[in-house]
């Protein structure tokens, strides 16, 4: 299987290696039969989707899975977040940035690429939210 990377792509060497393998060899990849907190975002652009799930406790990502489909850079990116966030706290993974996304692709990406490196960073974001308001929803009653 053969990746296409668009012109605006510049990654050499071994960044780009890395990229490919975690595109062809992504970690994470799968579900999670009892998640707490699951979402999808999609890039309307050029129609990458991702979806992600979480299983939390005591505020402590214990697990994250990912689904999707799209381009080397979304799939790749999405590969390294997930071992970025894993073991970590909400709050850090709320923190994360898209610099912080960037960053770990160790290359320049140009404008439209960075919408598909940060997609899945939005849908963890987004998932997030949503077990937090789902939490806050159980504490106060509300079905």
């Known amino acids: ?71 080397a850079i979304s799939q790749a990116a999405m590969s390294m977040l997930t071992g970025e966030i894993k073991g970590k706290s909400l709050e850090k993974a709320k923190s994360v940035k898209r610099g912080d996304i960037v960053g770990m692709f160790g290359i320049e990406i140009g404008p439209v690429r960075t919408k598909c490196a940060t997609l899945g960073m939005v849908a963890v974001k987004n998932a997030i939210k949503e077990f937090e308001l789902k939490k806050v929803s159980v504490k106060e009653g509300v079905k």
């Open 1 to 71: 299987m053969s990746e296409n990377l668009d012109p605006g792509y510049t990654g050499e060497g071994m960044y780009r290696e890395n990229i490919i393998d975690h595109y062809k060899n992504p970690h994470n990849k799968g579900s999670i039969e009892d998640a707490d907190a699951q979402f999808t975002e999609n890039n309307a652009t050029c129609g990458d989707v991702i979806t992600v799930q979480l299983k939390v406790k005591d505020g402590i990502v214990k697990d994250i899975k990912f689904q999707g489909r799209g381009c």
